[in-house]
């Protein structure tokens, strides 16, 4: 029996069930020809959620998310002023300026931050310590990086002895501070190191990768029980073949994360030790600006040219790396993800609209009748 719905002629009822079938166009996405069977609707339509479209919009879904973009731009512009800011100072960073009047000098249009004690130009000092405290940060983030994949991959795939020794090593520099390790370890270095940023960055680096390495390790025991590795297992494929092919790739996101996590870490850790004057405060950093205006009494006094400038681009170079943190920890995570679609972009990708208010899951509970006594 067939109905008619308005639309054009019915298809056949489903065997056996007296339901008629849905109207078959012959159009992509309307209908199986020849059946009467509904078919999948197409990619992208609104029928299917944003997670299943195709490759191509999967390819080019993350950089539209506004935190990878605002972090992608101000990560962009600390790179090129890191790169060209030391040959394009309008004065000498160490030069003095002016032997008459010892006070600092309020920005103007000769002076765009104005000048220090010393009568430096601060805007210069900016450009020039730029490159160090970048160039230090991202060093610590790379070797970091590399050795979180050694210890974890490693000590999560072996196991066994290794697991034990690489796991202990971890927690030892995980419970271990690091400020103060590192306030012991540039004690025992020549004054002439205190300039030398690979130097500077390789010894950061060896408190930063125990955080990437427990993930690492935690995520490669999930993967290494899966099917594709014991198929590349059971072939026989080396090891390193395995890690390298089907273990490594599969951790991209979160290797890519930690990177970013323990460049952070790098960034905040060498102002510290730069503030400190644990490295050689001559060397300009945005670290040692703050030495400098600590030194000369600047937040008392209220020169606050003389401060602000380097504590405020720590913090947007900062922010950038954990904006380009949360970026990649939405994308990967389908939680994250579904938490921050709004109502307007989940009707568009024809998915369940999120209710305004969050419903809550209330147990009932059940009251003794008026008069009476509870049973026991």
């Known amino acids: 029996m067939a109905v008619d719905t308005g639309a054009g002629t019915s298809g056949p009822d489903l065997p056996g069930t007296g339901i008629p079938a849905i109207p078959s166009t012959g159009l992509p ?30 390819r080019f879904r993350l950089p539209r998310s506004p935190k990878i973009i605002v972090g992608l731009a101000l990560l962009a512009v600390f790179l090129i002023l890191a790169i060209v800011g030391p040959l394009i100072t309008p004065f000498d960073p160490t030069a003095s300026l002016s032997t008459i009047n ?46 979180s994949v050694i210890m974890g991959v490693t000590a999560g795939y072996i196991g066994g002895l290794s697991d034990d020794v690489l796991s202990m090593l971890a927690n030892f520099f995980l419970v271990m501070p690091a400020l103060p390790l590192l306030i012991v370890i540039f004690g025992f270095l020549p004054t002439s190191s205190g300039s030398n940023d690979i130097l500077i960055g390789l010894i950061i680096a060896i408190t930063g990768w125990a955080w990437g390495a427990r993930v690492l390790r935690s995520q490669t025991l999930s993967l290494r029980n ?65 030495f400098w205006a600590q030194g000369g009494d600047a937040e008392i006094s209220g020169y606050w040219w003389w401060y602000v400038p380097p504590g405020l681009a720590v913090a947007l170079l900062g922010t950038s790396l954990a904006l380009l943190n949360f970026g990649i920890d939405e994308f990967i995570n389908p939680r994250l993800r579904a938490a921050g679609l709004s109502r307007r972009r989940a009707r568009r990708a024809g998915m369940a609209v999120p209710p305004k208010r969050p419903e809550f899951g209330l147990t009932p509970v059940m009251l003794p009748a008026s008069g009476g006594e509870d049973e026991r």
């Open 29 to 58: 996405g309307a209908g199986m020809p020849g059946t009467g069977l509904p078919a999948a609707p197409l990619p992208g339509s609104l029928g299917t959620p944003a997670i299943l479209a195709t490759g191509r919009d999967w």
């Open 102 to 147: 010892g006070v600092p000098q309020a920005p103007s249009h000769t002076h765009l931050l104005g000048t220090t004690q010393l009568q430096q130009d601060v805007f210069s000092q900016l450009l020039a310590g730029g490159r160090s405290t970048v160039l230090v940060a991202f060093i610590a983030g790379a070797v970091a990086t590399v050795l």
């Open 226 to 290: 899966r099917d594709y590795v014991e198929s590349a297992r059971i072939i026989g494929e080396r090891r390193w073949r395995i890690i390298g092919s089907e273990i490594l790739p599969n951790l991209t996101p979160v290797v890519a994360s930690s990177f970013l996590f323990t460049v952070l870490y790098g960034v905040g850790t060498y102002t510290a030790l730069a503030f400190l004057a644990l490295v050689n405060p001559n060397h300009w950093s945005w670290g040692s600006m703050l």
